[in-house]
């Protein structure tokens, strides 16, 4: 799908799709790539340094590293309980290693030779709350899918277990929410390497 996406959109001649590990990338040569960007992945890694690491083995002199994390905020206080519930329940329905807080990722990249050129949270450059629109779309949707769910289920119009996933899922989306409200979560913490 990807590919005929670069077709389509007439960049296939300057673009290579590769499936691998962020954490070992045997695949290219080492000073060979002029920039790479990650949003929202690396946070899927055990240590920053590991995917950071082959970053900075792969990029060329004064190549760039941007990358886009989901971490907690400074205001992140693990002994409140509704805080600590909030981001338990985003990582485990995110199947995240651990939550990282974002005075964690500069050190990472520093850590592996990376300069810091840039660092903020982008989600606080915005009039409405990164959140916002995901709090609409549960505003109206879990009424109905929380009633009409497990009836599919129950007529075996849908799978066993459909009621329970849906539940799974609305949870981690609106642990998202509540991290975004009381502002201990973004999604959306920038750091630019050199």
């Known amino acids: 799908w990807a590919t005929q996406l670069c077709?389509?959109?007439?960049?296939?001649?300057?673009?290579?799709?590769?499936?691998?590990?962020?954490?070992?990338?045997?695949?290219?040569?080492?000073?060979?790539?002029?920039a790479i960007y990650c949003i929202e992945s690396t946070c899927y890694a055990p240590k920053l340094e590991m995917p950071y690491g082959e970053f900075i083995r792969l990029l060329k002199p004064g190549g760039r590293l941007a990358v886009m994390e989901w971490v907690?905020?400074?205001?992140?206080?693990?002994?409140?309980?509704?805080?600590?519930?909030?981001?338990?329940?985003?990582?485990?329905?995110?199947?995240?290693?651990?939550m990282?807080?974002?005075?964690?990722?500069?050190?990472a990249g520093r850590n592996v030779g990376f300069k810091v050129l840039e660092e903020y949270d982008e989600m606080d450059n915005h009039e409405v709350p990164w959140y916002r629109e995901l709090e609409k779309k549960f505003g109206w949707s879990i009424p109905l899918t929380k009633f009409t769910v497990p009836i599919l289920e129950?007529?075996?119009?849908?799978?066993?277990?459909?009621t329970a996933v849906h539940d799974y899922l609305l949870n981690?989306?609106?642990?998202?929410?509540?991290?975004?409200?009381?502002?201990?979560?973004?999604?959306?913490?920038?750091?630019?390497?050199?």
């Not at 389509?8 to 499936?19: M, Q, T």
């Not at 990282?100 to 050190?107: D, G, I, Y």
């Not at 129950?154 to 459909?162: E, I, N, S, V, Y």
Request: hydrophobic share 40%; charged share 25%.
């Open 7 to 34: 077709r389509a959109e007439g960049v296939a001649d300057h673009c290579r799709l590769v499936k691998g590990d962020f954490c070992k990338l045997d695949m290219f040569e080492p000073n060979s790539i002029d």
């Open 72 to 98: 907690s905020t400074p205001e992140y206080r693990p002994d409140f309980p509704e805080h600590k519930r909030v981001i338990d329940l985003i990582v485990k329905a995110n199947a995240l290693p651990l």
């Open 100 to 107: 990282r807080n974002c005075s964690e990722v500069a050190p």
């Open 154 to 162: 129950f007529l075996r119009l849908a799978p066993k277990g459909t």
């Open 172 to 194: 981690a989306g609106l642990s998202c929410v509540d991290g975004g409200r009381f502002g201990i979560f973004t999604v959306g913490y920038y750091v630019l390497f050199e």
